[in-house]
């Protein structure tokens, strides 16, 4: 997609975010092609560029597509910057405690009064009600909401693998936003927007909750294999290795008997629905896995392929580095490292009129654009250079 037909082009964001859920929001806006100016405080920036074991991906996966501004927050010159760039910006996103704006003076208040219909979007650990005044964090968070429940075995709750309730969080503020601005375009007015994660979370445990209001049986852990379908499962292929193949319709079940050569149980007439091959499973289940045990990985993909069965390797993270239809022109965002290495991480997945949204700046340096964000501001060039001397300011 060419840059001038990005939709959220002439929108500008400032950030005051940090770890995932905030700049997770940022990412979405960015690469639609959004300015996003990430505000960091002086004289180290965000910490979430230091963060290491399980977040030391954090920075180069969410931060791509945005500027960087390093300002002293709390000094006058730092706070009269932030004014200058608010009363230019359409949006503010922030992902920190409760309270913590309006002690810099940047809250809602105080930025609608320098630009009236500003868009606030804060990023919570809760909504409204009992909880508001906590701290939560993503494993807080899926702790509490029933994700470790269903991720884990039973009585051992386990986090999923990946911030998904942060991520969901940002996602639903940005969803936010973009209502907001549509809004506005109506009405002339801003509003606050507010995303909280236990809400996220609770919003992805909606399918259980009415599993048991429709069946009168509280769903166990996924780990305890229960599924909607009589083979949903993961097999062992001759080689030792595993698939994970799927049959959810009746078509698919005859196609499946058909291409594997499973006539036997293809005329089963215990068989014929998937009600009764979920009722027979644990004799189904056995059955199937002897039979493509000793089927090879690559025959295994080439069968599923012919009869259209879903089916998928069991992958690690860095296996995806090397897949072929992420690798295809546009699923992946080329993001340079802090030691200098060029990495890949996958492009939002999205199409829009028939093309990815790609990178247009790569992950941002402290204070990269410092100077030139101050210098659209009007500062004089002398100005500029006494504040980067005096650390009000840090100018990569």
Excluded at 252 to 261: A, E, G, I
Excluded at 345 to 365: I, N
Aim: with cysteine; hydrophobic share 45%.
């Amino acid at each position: 997609m060419k840059p001038q037909t990005l939709p959220l082009q002439g929108i500008r964001v400032l950030e005051f975010v940090h770890m995932v859920m905030g700049p997770t929001c940022g990412l979405l806006l960015a690469d639609l092609g959004a300015e996003v100016i990430k505000v960091e405080p002086v004289p180290e920036g965000d910490n979430t560029r230091r963060l290491a074991g399980a977040g030391a991906g954090f920075w180069t996966a969410f931060n791509r597509n945005k500027k960087s501004i390093a300002v002293d927050l709390k000094s006058a010159e730092g706070r009269a910057i932030i004014a200058k760039l608010i009363a230019s910006a359409d949006v503010i996103s922030e992902n920190f405690r409760p309270g913590a704006m309006d002690r810099l003076g940047f809250g809602y208040d105080a930025a609608k009064a320098i630009r009236p219909d500003i868009i606030y979007v804060s990023h919570k650990g809760f909504l409204a009600g009992p909880y508001e005044h906590r701290t939560a964090l993503d494993e807080v968070v899926q702790m509490m909401c029933g994700l470790a429940y269903m991720t884990g075995l039973p009585g051992r709750p386990l986090r999923a693998g990946a911030s998904v309730v942060d991520i969901l969080g940002g996602l639903f503020g940005a969803i936010g936003v973009l209502a907001a601005l549509l809004q506005r375009k109506e009405t002339g007015q801003g509003q606050v927007v507010r995303s909280a994660l236990f809400e996220a979370g609770a919003f992805l445990m909606a399918q259980h909750m009415q599993q048991l209001a429709v069946t009168g049986v509280a769903p166990p852990p996924m780990s305890q294999r229960n599924p909607a379908w009589g083979i949903y499962d993961i097999f062992e292929t001759a080689a030792g290795d595993q698939l994970f193949i799927a049959v959810v319709t009746d078509t698919q079940w005859k196609d499946f008997c058909r291409v594997f050569d499973l006539a036997e149980l293809g005329n089963d007439t215990a068989l014929t629905t998937n009600a009764l091959r979920v009722a027979a499973r644990a004799q189904l289940i056995p059955t199937v896995g002897h039979a493509l045990r000793r089927i090879s990985r690559e025959r295994l993909v080439e069968l599923c392929e012919l009869c259209g069965i879903p089916y998928a390797p069991i992958n690690r993270p860095q296996d995806l580095f090397d897949d072929p239809h992420l690798n295809s022109p546009g699923g992946m965002a080329a993001v340079t490292l802090a030691s200098g290495a060029v990495s890949k991480v996958p492009a939002l997945p999205l199409e829009m009129d028939g093309a990815r949204l790609g990178v247009r700046l790569d992950v941002p340096q402290l204070g990269e654009h410092s100077r030139v964000l101050l210098e659209e501001l009007g500062y004089a060039p002398e100005t500029i250079e006494a504040l980067i001397a005096s650390g009000r300011i840090i100018a990569a």
